[in-house]
């Protein structure tokens, strides 16, 4: 019986997601609470906090494919062609 229960509920609640949809246009709180799966922040390394040295290094190994890259990609902001616009701001102030 209660197996029964549940199904009947979890049909209601779909029945109603799916009118909440239809009519707002866009997935109920339920549906967009649950479709989102957590991912953590990325975030861009501190390149203001590089010497000249390292800033211009880094920013050939992101135009490159170089480690700065792979770091990039790997543990930092994820957007390669946005590290490059920073770096290259940065780089541009130096001279």
Not at 52 to 79: F, H, I, N, Q
Request: aromatic fraction near 4%.
């Amino acid at each position: 019986m209660q197996c029964t229960a549940n199904k009947e509920t979890t049909v209601q609640n779909d029945t109603t997601a799916a009118l909440e949809q239809m009519l707002t246009g866009r997935p109920s709180r339920q549906q967009a609470t649950t479709a989102i799966p957590a991912q953590p922040a990325r975030r861009i390394r501190n390149y203001k906090a590089m010497k000249p040295a390292k800033l211009v290094r880094v920013y050939e190994e992101l135009l490159t494919g170089g480690e700065a890259y792979d770091r990039c990609l790997e543990s930092g902001s994820g957007d390669p062609d946005r590290d490059i616009d920073v770096v290259r701001c940065l780089v541009s102030e130096l001279s």
